[in-house]
């Protein structure tokens, strides 16, 4: 019983204090200071964020087998919700595909397959083939 109360204050005070954490902020700031944009700044950002996503999601899921193939998901995940959300370096991107190669970019970062300097190296390379070449 005194867990149970125990619980139940505590979602009280979170529910009451809340709300008042959200009226008095800024406008431009971000709620308990968790700030995605910072998290999507550069190709390393975002491949150290899936390291960290992929660990919960293995601590959480219980599924040990399947880390390497979960961090390629996450990284190509976070990659479309970068996309979706405007966020650092996926803000100005157009194409579906070309966040797709960044993801799996990040996956061969986040997996310790490539460098991050050999991944950009073939980035770039790739967006200058796709470029229109101008006459």
Same mark, same amino acid.
Request: aromatic share 12%; proline share 2%.
């Given at each position: 019983?005194?867990?149970?109360?125990?619980?139940?204050?505590?979602?009280?005070?979170?529910?009451?204090?809340?709300?008042?954490?959200?009226?008095?902020?800024?406008?431009?700031?971000?709620?308990?200071?968790?700030?995605?944009?910072?998290?999507?700044?550069?190709? @390393?950002?975002?491949?150290?964020?899936?390291? =960290? $996503?992929?660990?919960? #999601?293995?601590?959480?899921?219980?599924?040990? /087998?399947? !880390?390497?193939?979960?961090?390629?998901?996450?990284?190509?995940?976070?990659?479309?919700?970068?996309?979706?959300?405007?966020?650092?370096?996926?803000?100005?991107?157009?194409?579906?595909?070309?966040?797709?190669?960044?993801?799996?970019?990040?996956?061969?970062? @986040?997996?310790?397959?490539?460098?991050?300097? =050999? $991944?950009?190296?073939? #980035?770039?390379?790739?967006?200058?083939?796709? /470029?229109? !070449?101008?006459?």
């Amino acid at each position: 019983m005194k867990k149970l109360l125990k619980i139940v204050l505590c979602m009280a005070v979170l529910f009451i204090s809340l709300p008042v954490i959200v009226f008095a902020q800024e406008g431009g700031s971000i709620l308990l200071g968790f700030d995605l944009s910072s998290y999507f700044v550069s190709l @390393a950002a975002v491949a150290a964020f899936t390291v =960290v $996503v992929t660990n919960v #999601l293995i601590n959480l899921l219980k599924i040990p /087998k399947f !880390k390497q193939l979960l961090s390629w998901v996450v990284a190509i995940a976070l990659a479309f919700l970068g996309w979706g959300l405007k966020l650092g370096i996926f803000s100005e991107m157009v194409l579906w595909w070309w966040v797709l190669i960044h993801g799996i970019g990040i996956g061969l970062i @986040a997996n310790g397959i490539f460098d991050i300097k =050999v $991944v950009q190296a073939i #980035l770039n390379f790739i967006g200058n083939l796709i /470029k229109p !070449k101008e006459e």
